[in-house]
């Protein structure tokens, strides 16, 4: 299965990334006929609510992906068109605006993106998935104006075997390395780890953590680099309506750095 560079360390990054947060907010998803229409309220520090608005459907063979209008007046213009059975075009824009393409073919997934806003910059990526399990690619990004010339560049290949998934990526034109490392225990229990390596330090522990699956929802927990424990609770607390409840805190001072998030999907 063919797979995006961008994506070739997802499935780590995402447990240790996904479901913790400080915010409070209510997500709302209602589908009207084809059209599905999501409101966010989120509630900022001073208590006050803030709304965004979206709305996402298809057309033919071109796809609205997301229409949004946020509280501070501004709008995000998602879109995608299928102009053949391997080639899909697509146009996103928000503070700036982008007009990409992807290509697939057998196990092959190459991606363009050219800002039409600045004109400042064209970004491509190419990655391969093989039988083996092994999956390898890399971006890179060539800048039209000011500084032109290739400005970023980097590879990456991820190794999938069993339960176990490991991924090493550049960064920065080769200046460090990330790896990756994700382990299913049983079908309740994953762990994972993040780390960065360079000549100047050898070993930066991003975070480390795991997910258990309860009979009372997923539990998830990590320690992550400074010393802060995170920890959060995704529980299904009616059908289709899901409670995402997290915290964390510094491990040298946790009475004075707690923090909490509180987060409903329905």
Partial sequence: MSLKFADIAKSPKDLLTDDYSTSQTLKCKKSAGPVAVTIE?????????????????????????????????????????KVAPNVKVSFKSGKGADLGIDYTQGNLYATGVLDVVEMSKFSTSACVSLP???????????????????????????????????????VNKFSSVNLGLLYKVNPLITVATMSSH??????????????????????????????????SLIKEVAPKVTLTASGSASASDPASTFKYGLGITM
């Fill in 41 to 81: 309220t989120g509630r900022g520090e001073g208590g006050a609510l803030t709304s965004k608005i979206g709305t996402k459907f298809s057309y033919g063979k071109l796809s609205i992906d997301k229409l949004q209008a946020t509280a501070s007046g501004g709008q995000v213009l998602e879109t995608s068109l």
């Fill in 132 to 170: 083996s399990g092994i999956k390898a690619g890399a971006d890179a990004t060539y800048g039209l104006s000011g500084k032109t010339g290739v400005t970023a560049f980097n590879v990456g290949a991820s190794y999938a075997t069993g339960s176990l998934f490991g991924v090493v990526t550049s």
């Fill in 198 to 231: 360079s000549a100047d330090n050898a070993v930066n522990l991003a975070a480390v953590g795991g997910t258990y699956k309860a009979d009372f929802g997923t539990v998830k927990a990590k320690y992550t680099a400074g010393g802060v424990v995170c920890a």
